[in-house]
């Protein structure tokens, strides 16, 4: 593993005799050290990864999720000694619910139940919920604590780590938002068991992009019939997890994590968010950024798209200069110089749209393929 200058990183995978299961921990050195704790199982144990004595706890989920799993991660809660109360609120959840409306609903949630600094969040289920409560706890009373316990592949491979937290404002992804690291995230494998296929694959996009930033092994792994997701996911978050902790407020490097979103945002917004989930905009994002064998190879394992005909690339070169990675009239562009290489270079429009020009040949038809 690659560490920066007074960087360390350290990751276990403990079996656990008793229950024949492993555990991975995975520190995260940052101004707010905490702990990202997998494996299956775990949050029956949460007390063990997270301070609950002493405090009040809010757990944000959705509809869904809470129709799954809400009433088992009570019944955790009630187990353990001390806490001083706890309640949950309920979103409508999916990215059209990721707004002020549902922040306007956490924070009267943490009013009626009168959490103050020293109490705690708990955002319970995949990235949209992750994101909305841990902006809540970014802002409530100026700053509460919080954890994740994410409950789809995207959110443990992605959204949960890092500390990016936020609300889509009109047509802005993420318009409103800030950062604030979680006291502790805890991946209890066994809630990807009632996650639909699609979201499944849809969160592997994410997996892809990390194996192509810097860990290329990982894409001859991900090819397999039945691959094991702790090892999987675990790799991931710590590609995620060396590039965050070196530029935890993304000044620099941290752009690299966009490999594949430039092109990936702007086809969500074409499409108004409703015809692709974010991970496949993002595989069609990196077959425009990274063309490549092992990433159409794994792309395919999951049943991701590679590309959307219904869409001329170069109409998408406007949208793309509304990112929020834009310089002026110029936009910070990741492209990979070979898996495991990635590098970022600023393009003006007229290179993006010659870009666009050339891009998806493979998969098109007619003229210019
Ligand atoms: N903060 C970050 O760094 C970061 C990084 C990447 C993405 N994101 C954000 O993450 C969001 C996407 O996250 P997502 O893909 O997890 O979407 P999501 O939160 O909308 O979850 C997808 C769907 O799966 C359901 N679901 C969740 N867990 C489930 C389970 N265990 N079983 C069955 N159904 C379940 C949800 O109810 C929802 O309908 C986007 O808003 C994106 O902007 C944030």
């Not at 834009?326 to 590098?343: C, I, K």
């Not at 998806?360 to 038809?365: E, L």
Request: glycine share 12%.
């Amino acid at each position: 593993m690659r560490n920066g200058p007074g960087v360390s990183i350290s990751v276990g995978r403990i079996s656990s005799a008793l229950k024949g299961h492993s555990m991975t921990r995975i520190e995260v050195r940052t101004d707010n050290p905490y702990s990202i704790h997998m494996g299956r199982g775990i949050s029956g144990s949460l007390a063990q990864y997270a301070r609950l004595e002493g405090r009040r706890v809010l757990v944000v989920t959705d509809r869904r999720v809470a129709a799954l799993h809400l009433s088992s991660l009570e019944g955790v809660l009630d187990s353990v000694k001390g806490l001083a109360g706890r309640g949950s609120v309920i979103l409508p959840g999916g990215e059209t619910g990721k707004n002020l409306a549902a922040l306007e609903r956490v924070y009267r949630a943490l009013d009626e139940q009168n959490l103050g600094r020293g109490d705690l969040i708990i955002a319970f289920g995949g990235g949209v919920v992750g994101d909305i409560a841990g902006f809540a706890a970014a802002t409530w009373n100026r700053g509460i604590g919080f954890i994740q316990v994410p409950t789809t592949v995207l959110a443990m491979a992605d959204s949960s780590v890092g500390g990016k937290t936020g609300v889509d404002y009109r047509l802005r992804k993420n318009g409103v938002g800030a950062f604030h690291q979680p006291e502790a995230v805890v991946m209890d494998l066994a809630y990807l068991d009632s996650l639909p296929a699609r979201q499944l694959s849809n969160g592997m996009a994410e997996v892809i992009k990390s194996a192509l930033l810097a860990d290329p092994g990982l894409l001859g792994d991900l090819r397999e019939p039945d691959p094991d997701m702790e090892e999987i996911l675990s790799r991931a978050v710590r590609v995620k997890v060396d590039i965050v902790q070196r530029d935890p407020a993304e000044k620099g490097e941290r752009a690299l994590l966009n490999l594949g979103h430039t092109y990936g945002h702007a086809l969500e917004s074409y499409h108004r968010y409703r015809k692709w989930l974010h991970g496949e905009a993002v595989a069609i994002g990196l077959m425009f950024a990274c063309p490549c064998e092992p990433l159409e190879a794994a792309l395919r394992r999951w049943n991701l798209p590679m590309d959307d005909p219904s869409v001329e690339p170069r109409d998408l070169v406007p949208l793309m200069f509304q990112d929020k990675k834009r310089m002026g009239a110029t936009l910070r562009f990741v492209f990979l110089e070979s898996p495991g290489n990635p590098y970022i270079r600023e393009v003006d429009q007229a290179e993006l749209a010659e870009m666009a020009g050339k891009a998806f040949r493979k998969t098109r038809k007619g003229p210019g393929a």
